[in-house]
C-alpha cells in the first residue's frame, strides 16, 4: 500500500546507510522529512540545516519547519483531488509564513477562531477562501467574518442559525455548509473522534437533527446554503470511514432534494488524515483515498440521481505534520537501580501536550554526534512537574546518552506548538523554517518578559 508520503515528497528521500535503529532518517517508510540527511559525525541536516548549528544558533527547545516539505505535501494533495478544494486546517498550525506557503500552493483556509481568522487576514490570505468552524462561535467571531467576508461559515449549532442571519441581508447572503454527523467512529483516540452522536460536534443525521437544521438555514434569506460538512475525526489510516460516511450524507443529500427541491453543490468531508509517528506506522494513502473517495461519491450520486457535489477536504495533520521536527537539550539523565533510564530534556508537555493528553507515540534520536554505544532503552521526559510528562517512552538511543546531548523528534509540526502552553511559565520555543541551507526564524522563543508583560498593575 502506498501512503501520503510515498506519493508525495519523502518518496523523494534517499536511502543512506546510517547507524541508528528506530527513526532512521533517510529510510524508506521514515518519519522524517524528506530533505533529512546524515551528517558526517552523527548530525542530521534537515532543508540542508544542520541540527546541532540551529541548536546552537537558536537555543531549544526548537522547532524547525521543513518548508519544502510541506510545500510538497500541499502540492500532492492538489495533484491528488484536482477538482476538489483543499483547505488547510490552521488548528494544526499557523503563523503568516504556513499561511503564505499554503496560500501559494492554491490551497483554502480551514479556521476556527477569531485569532486564525485574524492572523491568515493579516499575512494576506484572501477571506474568501477561508472557512469558519467552531462550536461556540462568538458574535465577534460571526461579525469578523462577515466584515471580512469569509468563503464560507460552518454551521454548527441551531442557534448559531438565526444569530448569523440576524447580521446578514437577502441581497448579500453567507455562503454557509451544515455540518453533520453521520454516525461514523474514527481517529486515533475518542477525544478526537466527532463523527458520532454523543459529541458536541454537528448535528446527527439519525433521528432529523441535521434534516432540521437544514431546514433552518433555507429558511433564512440571509443564509445560502452551499453543502453538507462532516469531520469525522484526526489520524485516520484507513479510507473506509470517509467512504461510509459518503454514503449517508449522500443519503441525506438526497432527503433535502426530495422534500426542498435543491440540490446542494458542495460536500465538505473534513480532514482527519493520518500520518506515520514510528517508522513503519500505517498512514493514509493520498492516492488511494482520492481514488476511492471520487469513485464512491460518484457511485453514490448515481444511485440517488444527484449531481456530483463539489469534494472539499481540510488536512491539517498530514500537510504539516511531517514537515516539523522537535529539538531538544538533554538535561539529565537518571539511571535507577531497577535499571530503567531516564533522560530529561529541557522542553516536554508544554511544547508536546500530545503523549499526556492521547498516548501519543514518537520516536527520538540522538543528533550532534555520533554514538557507538548500544541502543537501550530511555524514557525521554520533560521538564514539567508531573511523572505523566514523558515525551517518548522506551525510545531506542545509546546507552552513553548524557547531559548536553541533542535528542530530535520528528513530526513534530502539528499540534505541539498549536496546542502549547506555558506550564510552569517555561516559555513556549521558538520556531524556524529550514530551507535549501537556510534557517530563518518565524517565531522567537517566550520569555519572562512576555510573562512580566501580561500581568496588570505589576
Ligand atoms: C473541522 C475540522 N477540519 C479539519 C481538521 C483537521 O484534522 P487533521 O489535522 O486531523 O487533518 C479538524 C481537526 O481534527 C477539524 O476539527
Ligand atoms: N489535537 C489532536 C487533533 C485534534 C484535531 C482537531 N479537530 C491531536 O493532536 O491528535
Known amino acids: 500500500m502506498t501512503t501520503v508520503a510515498t506519493t ?40 540542508g540545516v544542520g541540527l546541532a548549528e540551529a541548536a546552537d544558533r537558536f537555543g531549544t527547545p526548537l522547532y524547525l519547519l521543513d518548508e519544502q516539505e510541506l510545500r510538497a505535501r500541499a502540492r500532492a494533495y492538489r495533484a491528488a483531488l484536482p477538482h476538489a478544494e483543499v483547505h488547510y486546517a490552521a488548528k494544526a498550525f499557523l503563523c503568516s509564513a504556513v499561511a503564505n506557503w499554503v496560500e501559494e500552493e492554491g490551497l483554502g483556509l480551514d479556521v476556527c477562531s477569531v485569532g486564525e481568522l485574524q492572523l491568515a487576514a493579516a499575512a ?4 474568501q477562501r477561508m472557512l469558519l468552524h467552531g462550536n461556540a462561535k462568538s458574535p465577534e467571531e460571526l461579525r469578523l467574518a462577515l466584515r471580512l467576508r469569509v468563503g464560507r461559515i460552518v454551521i454548527d449549532g441551531l442557534a448559531e442559525i438565526p444569530r448569523l442571519a440576524a447580521l446578514t441581508v437577502a441581497d448579500e447572503p453567507q455562503r454557509v ?54 469531520h469525522l475525526g484526526s489520524q485516520i489510516t484507513d479510507p473506509e470511514p470517509f467512504l461510509a460516511a459518503i454514503d449517508r450524507i449522500t443519503a441525506l443529500l438526497a432527503g433535502i432534494r426530495d422534500e426542498h427541491g435543491v440540490e446542494l453543490p458542495e460536500l465538505d468531508l473534513g480532514g482527519g488524515h493520518g500520518v506515520a509517528y514510528l517508522p513503519g506506522d500505517p498512514e493514509l494513502d493520498l492516492a488511494e483515498y482520492a481514488r476511492l473517495v471520487t469513485a464512491r461519491l460518484a457511485a453514490a450520486c448515481a444511485a440517488h440521481g444527484l449531481r456530483v ?25 537518571k539511571h535507577g537501580t531497577d535499571g530503567r533510564v531516564f533522560a530529561a530534556v529541557d522542553g516536554g508537555m508544554s511544547d508536546n501536550p500530545r503523549p499526556a493528553l492521547y498516548g501519543s507515540r514518537y520516536t527520538a534520536r540522538l ?10 532503552p530511555i524514557d525521554v521526559v520533560g521538564r514539567h512537574c508531573e511523572a505523566g510528562d514523558v515525551l517518548v517512552p522506551g525510545a531506542h538511543l545509546p546507552a552513553d546518552l548524557r547531559p548536553g546531548d541533542l535528542l530530535a523528534v520528528p513530526v513534530a509540526g502539528a499540534y505541539q506548538l498549536s496546542m502549547a502552553s506555558t506550564y510552569n511559565l517555561v516559555g513556549r520555543p521558538a520556531l524556524i523554517a529550514v530551507r535549501d541551507g537556510r534557517a530563518r526564524q518565524l517565531l522567537r522563543r517566550e520569555t519572562v518578559e512576555d510573562f512580566l508583560r501580561r500581568e496588570v498593575g505589576r
Request: glycine share 16%; hydrophobic share 45%.
Open 367 to 376: 543528533v550532534g554526534r555520533a554514538s557507538h554505544a548500544e541502543p537501550v
Open 309 to 333: 457535489p463539489r469534494l472539499l477536504v481540510e488536512p491539517g495533520r498530514a500537510v504539516v505534520g511531517p514537515a516539523g521536527v522537535a529539538l531538544y537539550r538533554v538535561l539529565a539523565v
Open 124 to 127: 494576506g490570505f484572501p477571506p
Open 8 to 47: 508525495g515528497p519523502s518518496a523523494a528521500a534517499a536511502p543512506t546507510a546510517t547507524a541508528s535503529t528506530a527513526g532512521t532518517p533517510t529510510a524508506p517508510g521514515s518519519p522524517w522529512p524528506a530533505s533529512t540527511r546524515t551528517r558526517p559525525g552523527g548530525d542530521l541536516a534537515v532543508g
Open 177 to 230: 455548509l451544515v455540518r453533520v454527523l453521520p454516525g461514523v467512529a474514527a481517529g486515533h483516540h475518542a477525544a478526537v473522534r466527532t463523527g458520532v452522536a454523543g459529541q458536541k460536534f454537528g448535528f446527527p443525521i439519525e433521528g432529523g437533527d441535521a434534516a432540521e437544521a437544514v431546514r433552518r438555514v433555507l429558511a433564512q434569506p440571509g443564509l445560502r446554503l452551499a453543502g453538507l460538512h462532516c
